[in-house]
């Protein structure tokens, strides 16, 4: 069982390219998350979608756009990546059912130069 | 919003008992989580509690939630090396939609031998 699967691992972006970080998710959950974890802050959501079809802002939307692709894929795109973007980006799934809380991937660390 | 607070750091001893504590926001909330970090990692469910549980026993982890207080505390029976991570307390209030985790900014638990 893979899970949840972000790609890619690690990147380096100069500032103002544009890049998509992918997710995936074989588990046939329907809310998948995307959120950022820098040092002293904790985890901050970016975006989320609750279900196919259907996405919103998080604590920290600005300067990220989403696209849930089908149920299985929840990719986040940066238009123009700033240092401040620099951080680590997890992917999450859940089921509607609360109980069973969150899958994370294994992360991105994206740094912006 | 409120932040979920959490201590930043706790030291203790292989073979000794931890307790990681947390001081959640939202009385609403039906599910309270933690979960393990481990450097490099994606963040891993170690175990959930309901709010109408005042206790939850899983192996070595015990969860004790106060809801009067909004207080939740993991205690991990003797510590071992390998629980060297950092640990994060999640809410899920109702009036997140899509099911959203509010986190803490996390513990870091060092174990020594």
């Known amino acids: 069982n893979a899970g949840v699967t972000q790609t890619p691992k690690f990147q380096v972006l100069k500032t103002g390219q544009s890049m998509t970080l992918q997710c995936a998710q074989d588990m046939n959950h329907n809310s998948m998350y995307w959120y950022r974890q820098d040092p002293g802050m904790g985890l901050r959501l970016i975006y989320y979608?609750?279900?196919?079809?259907?996405?919103d802002k998080g604590e920290v939307p600005n300067g990220y756009n989403v696209s849930r692709l089908n149920k299985r894929e929840f990719s986040l795109r940066l238009e123009s990546a700033a240092p401040s973007q620099t951080s680590v980006y997890f992917c999450a799934s859940s089921l509607r059912d609360r109980g069973n809380g969150y899958t994370f991937g294994s992360g991105t660390r994206l740094t912006v130069v | 919003g409120e932040d979920v607070e959490q201590s930043l750091f706790l030291s203790v001893r292989e073979g000794d008992s931890s307790v990681i504590n947390c001081t959640y926001t939202?009385?609403?909330?039906?599910?309270l989580y933690w979960y393990k970090q481990e450097p490099g990692a994606g963040l891993q469910l170690l175990t959930y509690?309901?709010?109408?549980?005042d206790m939850k026993q899983d192996q070595r982890l015990t969860v004790l939630l106060n809801k009067k207080d909004k207080h939740l505390s993991l205690r991990i029976a003797d510590t071992q090396t390998g629980d060297s991570a950092i640990y994060f307390c999640?809410?899920?209030?109702?009036?997140?939609?899509?099911?959203?985790?509010?986190f803490g900014k996390g513990t870091s638990l060092l174990v020594t031998p």
């Open positions: 509690i309901f709010s109408n549980m």
């Open positions: 999640a809410e899920t209030p109702e009036s997140n939609s899509g099911y959203a985790l509010n």
């Open positions: 939202d009385s609403s909330s039906t599910y």
């Open positions: 979608s609750a279900s196919e079809g259907t996405t």
